[in-house]
């Protein structure tokens, strides 16, 4: 019987020792600076203009394809961007198992798939349960942006957000460095555009009755 062949991982690649244990902040990156997390990063365009703009910024791009990670690691290599790594695994699995807690400063969700049908909504990942895995893995204050050119998906998110209080939407800053993927420039040229939510982590404080005399 043939044993599987090992692959060594690429330059930029990050491979964890145990895919079963939730990580530390320092074993993805050890500087100590702010760690963004783009899950689902497709063909890496986004994320690696994210973190060429901002070095002062840790980034992991999560994507389970192999020739988008291949790309987006030789994308890395030649900007020279120490700050970005690239894991191939599942998105889903990744952000409940995987990411340290209270560990990410901004969380990235662009165009995942919106499974249209609607015997198939139970699989998109904007659900009450994901929310609060999101909301587990930010730091106080912590950005989750929620990016989708499908309008009945954003409309979805929107109804879910708005049972969910520990995610609070706000305008997406004006300010803001937002690059576009050449997916989103695709879709550009023919007609659709992007919706986009913006939404703060904030910690909600049970309630103290106070007794009375």
């Known amino acids: ?43 890496g365009s986004y994320t690696l203009a994210l973190a060429e703009h901002h070095r002062d910024r840790n980034f992991l791009a999560v994507e389970r394809l192999l020739g988008r990670v291949q790309k987006t690691c030789r994308g890395a290599k030649e900007r020279g961007l120490d700050n970005l790594k690239v894991l191939r695994l599942e998105s889903a699995y990744t952000a409940e198992w995987l990411l340290p807690r209270n560990s990410v400063s901004r969380l990235h969700l662009v165009c995942p798939d919106p499974w249209p049908k609607a015997k198939h909504h139970r699989r998109r990942m904007i659900q009450q349960e994901f929310l609060e895995t999101v909301h587990n893995l930010l730091v106080p204050g912590g950005i989750f942006i929620f990016k989708t050119d499908h309008e009945e998906y954003f409309e979805w998110a929107e109804e879910e957000l708005a049972q969910y209080p520990k995610l609070e939407v706000t305008p997406f800053p004006a300010d803001n460095f937002d690059p576009k993927s ?21 910690e909600i404080r049970p309630m103290v009755h106070e007794r009375k005399a």
């Open 182 to 202: 050449d997916f989103q420039l695709q879709w550009e040229a023919e007609g659709k555009s992007l919706q986009v939510l913006h939404c703060v982590s904030v």
């Open 1 to 43: 019987m043939n044993e599987p062949r090992y692959r060594p991982p690429y330059p930029h690649e990050f491979v964890p020792e145990d895919y079963y244990a939730r990580l530390e902040p320092e074993d993805i990156f050890s500087n100590g600076a702010p760690l963004e997390v783009d899950l689902g990063s497709g063909d």
